[in-house]
């Protein structure tokens, strides 16, 4: 979240990259935080309720063994796209990619 990066380096330098660590220290620490980060942080949390919602069935049927956290979830349902209810594959393309780049979750590397 490039809203949230000057507040990261304040208030989370020491949180590890990935797995959440950051998002949940912003979080914890939200009240201090600039509008836009504020913001930005709502709006992911949003996408991720609406997200487990939406994918609930499917992560269910198709992830059942996958443990939760560091994006494990997300790359299941990602590599049974195909499987996937539309429901849940619109909902997977507005997840964050792991490691709080911002970037859609099927969004093509740049080269």
């Not at 949180?15 to 980060?37: F, I, Y």
């Not at 997200?51 to 049927?61: G, S």
């Not at 619109?90 to 080269?111: F, H, I, M, T, Y």
């Amino acid at each position: 979240m490039a809203a949230c990066r000057t507040d990261a380096a304040t208030f989370c330098a020491n949180a590890a990259k990935g797995g959440g660590e950051r998002l949940k220290c912003l979080k914890e620490n939200q009240s201090k935080l600039a509008p836009d980060c504020q913001a930005a942080i709502a709006q992911v949390g949003s996408q991720m309720r609406n997200f487990r919602q939406a994918c609930k069935a499917d992560r269910e049927a198709l992830c059942s063994n996958v443990q939760k956290g560091s994006g494990g979830i997300v790359q299941c349902l990602k590599s049974n796209r195909d499987k996937l209810s539309p429901a849940c594959g619109e909902a997977l393309s507005s997840v964050p990619e792991k490691g709080g780049k911002g970037r859609r979750a099927d969004a093509q590397p740049q080269r």
